[in-house]
């Protein structure tokens, strides 16, 4: 049985960059699974009865795995990393964890950040580092590859969500962030996945995430059809081609998954 896992940040960043493609590797017989490298304790409240500063990495621990539900994934786990001080963690520590804790799961492909951390967070930049080291060390260990793909955006993509739901009336928050600070000006997407059929339970998990997303958040109700219009597919770099068969996704997702042919910098409009 193939198995296919999202290595991310923080509780929620699954569901963001890889809810679609997890939900397939599913429904496709694959084996799926999430690791969170941390509990994402220093995060946003949206509202306040639903967890305190003190309570907040064990109820976004909760939230991760009510989100694997929606995303049909095997395992859920949130490693104790502390939030926001991924960069000055030992990552040759922290990637022996990972490995360690990978190997039973026996992973085929890996899903994370790519070097931009989707929009320069430093936490999702580290755990694209950590993420490489743990899997050279796993390669050695098992003697197979492991293929890793890294997640692209188009870096017109969120600003034309947001001004999309700024004209409808709707609303179009980012957790305070600029809309022109995501996407992934420097990669070139290799492979294009098809979550149109997902995207429900894309949003559904996205939404478990309930201390993320306040009722100001684009995100929090954004209607079927402007969500299909911008969030249609996630888009994938391998990374590392030279030690990975490039199809391995294709051939797990069928006619969802398509190699890019060309860069994808479009802006979803």
Not at 79 to 86: K, N
Not at 150 to 175: K, R, Y
Request: net charge negative; proline share 6%; aromatic share 4%.
């Amino acid at each position: 049985m193939t198995a296919v896992v999202a290595v991310v940040a923080h509780p929620d960043d699954e569901s963001l960059i890889a809810g679609g493609t997890l939900v397939l590797a599913a429904q496709a017989g694959a084996q799926t699974g999430v690791v969170s490298l941390t509990r994402g304790e220093q995060g946003p409240i949206a509202d306040p009865e639903l967890a305190t500063h003190s309570t907040l990495g064990d109820v976004r621990e909760a939230e991760l795995h009510t989100a694997g539900e929606a995303l049909g994934a095997s395992w859920t786990t949130c490693l104790r990393h502390p939030d926001g001080e991924l960069s000055w963690a030992d990552h040759e520590g922290a990637a022996d964890e990972l490995a360690a804790l990978l190997d039973p799961h026996e992973p085929d492909i890996v899903l994370t950040f790519a070097p931009d951390g989707l929009y320069g967070h430093p936490d999702h930049i580290a755990t694209r580092e950590i993420v490489g080291i743990a899997l050279d060390r796993l390669e050695a260990r098992v003697e197979r590859r492991i293929c890793l793909y890294e997640t692209v955006w188009p870096p017109g993509l969120v600003p034309n969500l947001v001004a999309a739901a700024d004209q409808a009336g709707l609303a179009s928050d980012l957790w305070g962030l600029e809309p022109e600070d995501f996407g992934s000006p420097e990669a070139v997407a290799t492979l294009a996945v098809d979550v149109r059929s997902a995207l429900d339970r894309k949003l559904a998990a996205l939404r478990a995430h309930r201390t993320q997303l306040d009722t100001g958040h684009v995100l929090a109700a954004l209607p079927g059809g402007l969500a299909e219009r911008f969030l249609h597919q996630e888009l994938w770099r391998l990374a590392r081609p030279a030690l990975c068969d490039g199809g391995a996704l294709v051939l797990l997702l069928g006619g969802h998954a398509s190699p890019a042919a060309e860069p994808h910098r479009g802006t979803g409009g």
